[in-house]
């Protein structure tokens, strides 16, 4: 107690309060109760103007910033504080440099630091050790608790047993195992997007398609019951994470993504989410669990994603993009090795000419090539109907099958969205009958929540009345004998007025990687790259 003088008691007592986290924050009120508590001590220490700081509540000490410490730290410097009372010292601190930062500043205008255990004076040598030892310590607790958490999470993982959150279309059947949501309609909506890609090819015209259909996919929200599933019209995003998730591989994956600590205006950030390479995973399993596509599905639609990006590599050929050029994307200077562009000219800007500006740009040179399209594109397409011809009629019998196809895809989808529907109405139902008439508060509620369940259903029923009202009709017998006439001779399909640039560029992209074009004096040398390994 003779370290606490009058000069201290003229002073403010600062009371500094915080928890690490805001689980801690909410669930932690002893903790709490605790840390407000030592206002009154600090009264029954003699000090009359008790100040409490507690700005840095679910905040970190390990060396982020922190507004209630850095508000402590300039009351002390301008000598308003005579004691800085914490409940121990890993509240003040939890990394050397804002703990030793504390004590030379009190140190300087004679503040001191009460606890539970004791009062300390950083002035005199044997309390400043005294208080360098704990903070040490507390530095080397926070790192120990840590490390050990990290590592048994570590150990469950590399057991493919540590979820910390499920993708739609799975749920949790045990602490640590997974299997596929008994949902019939959630495992549908999941297999659909994975079957459009494959025929479409593009994650922007399957999302594009589903909106265009108005077909919803699942989404899990969370509200006041809990983890529930939410039916919307997908975004780009959506379709992006459905095809890229390895779990929907039957992949067990850990250690995706870590984190970079860097140093911001002296103090330590730490950047979250960025992602690592395949080989820098923690842990990868495959055939972990129950899949919705086979690992070289997977592997497929990885390569297909990172093709169509746009400008984003210097292997990939981009999206197939408008334009009458068949091959962009696809010609590769042999000169440079940089991938050739197209400029279009012309009365209706519909002239392609192929260029590569490599060498003007790496050495300030003349440009490395530059031809016309028309003869090229013309060039190859042939090779590609020599390549094609004998699979022209299964390709007409093909689509003629499939001609069908998506209006039955959209109406089964319709029929398990109604299937839903009418459940949640009687769901619904059963809880308005089940509650006391008389309690109208309640008995309103659940009633209007009925109503809606109805509306919905009645829309469905509509929308799938509207559906059948219209079938798809089917080819008529001189329909599909053009359309056979048209699979035994596919040079004149290739160019026919019904086959747009689009559609033929997508059948060039599917039979040719790449092609590797070089310009002499008299002649276009093209060696064409099939998808297989073959060149021409």
């Not at 013309?378 to 007409?396: D, F, H, K």
């Not at 003629?400 to 998506?406: A, H, I, T």
């Not at 001779?489 to 790449?514: F, M, V």
Request: positive net charge; charged residues 30%; proline residues 3%.
């Amino acid at each position: 107690m003779s370290k606490i003088t009058p000069e201290h008691l003229t002073r403010q007592a600062v009371v500094y309060i915080r928890q690490s986290t805001a689980d801690q924050v909410i669930n932690n009120k002893e903790s709490q109760r605790r840390q407000y508590g030592l206002a009154d001590r600090a009264r029954q220490l003699g000090w009359s103007e008790v100040i409490v700081i507690d700005d840095d509540l679910g905040r970190s000490g390990s060396g982020t910033a922190r507004p209630g410490f850095e508000k402590l730290l300039a009351a002390i410097c301008e000598g308003r504080v005579g004691a800085v009372v914490s409940i121990e010292a890993s509240r003040l601190a939890r990394n050397g440099r804002d703990w030793h930062t504390l004590l030379e500043f009190c140190g300087l205008v004679g503040t001191l630091i009460v606890d539970e255990d004791g009062i300390y004076d950083p002035r005199h040598p044997n309390d400043r050790l005294l208080l360098g030892v704990k903070g040490t310590m507390s530095e080397m607790e926070l790192s120990i608790f840590r490390q050990r958490s990290l590592e048994a999470l570590k150990q469950k993982a590399r057991r493919g047993e540590l979820f910390l959150n499920v993708a739609i279309g799975y749920i949790k059947v045990s602490h640590d195992q997974i299997e596929k949501d008994p949902d019939r309609r959630i495992q549908e909506a999941l297999a659909l997007v994975f079957a459009k890609f494959a025929e479409m090819q593009t994650l922007r015209q399957v999302h594009l398609w589903l909106r265009q259909e108005r077909i919803a996919l699942p989404a899990v929200s969370s509200g006041p019951e809990g983890r529930h599933v939410e039916w919307k019209l997908p975004v780009y995003n959506t379709i992006r994470h459905i095809l890229t998730n390895l779990i929907y591989a039957g992949a067990y994956v850990f250690g995706r993504s870590g984190s970079r600590v860097t140093i911001e205006a002296g103090r330590k950030r730490i950047v979250r989410g960025f992602r690592r390479e395949r080989s820098n995973w923690e842990v990868l399993i495959k055939d972990h669990h129950e899949s919705y596509i086979t690992w070289a599905e997977f592997e497929r639609n990885q390569r297909l994603i990172t093709d169509n990006a746009n400008g984003k590599s210097f292997m990939s050929r981009g999206s197939v993009r408008c334009g009458e050029a068949l091959l962009a994307g696809l010609l590769r200077c042999g000169h440079c090795g940089r991938k050739l562009h197209v400029a279009y000219s012309g009365t209706h800007s519909n002239v392609g000419r192929y260029h590569c500006s490599g060498s003007q740009i790496n050495h300030g040179g003349e440009p490395c090539i530059s031809f016309g399209g028309l003869r090229v594109d013309a060039a190859i397409s042939v090779e590609v109907i020599a390549r094609l011809q004998p699979l022209g009629v299964q390709a007409a019998l093909s689509a003629m099958e499939d001609r069908g196809r998506e209006h039955v895809e959209k109406l089964h989808q319709l029929e398990l969205s109604l299937e839903q529907a009418r459940y949640e109405a009687t769901r619904a139902r059963r809880r308005y009958e089940a509650v006391d008439s008389d309690n109208r508060l309640v008995a309103g509620e659940l009633e209007r929540r009925w109503n809606e369940r109805l509306l919905a259903v009645r829309a469905l029923e509509e929308e799938r009345g509207a559906l059948l009202a219209k079938p798809e009709s089917p080819l008529s017998e001189a329909d599909r004998e053009r359309l056979l006439a048209l699979g035994s001779d596919l040079e004149r399909a290739w160019n026919s007025p019904g086959a747009t640039p689009t559609t033929r560029k997508r059948i060039i992209r599917t039979l040719i990687h790449e092609i590797v074009v070089r310009v002499g004096d008299a002649a276009i040398e093209l060696v064409i790259h099939w998808q297989g390994g073959d060149h021409t």
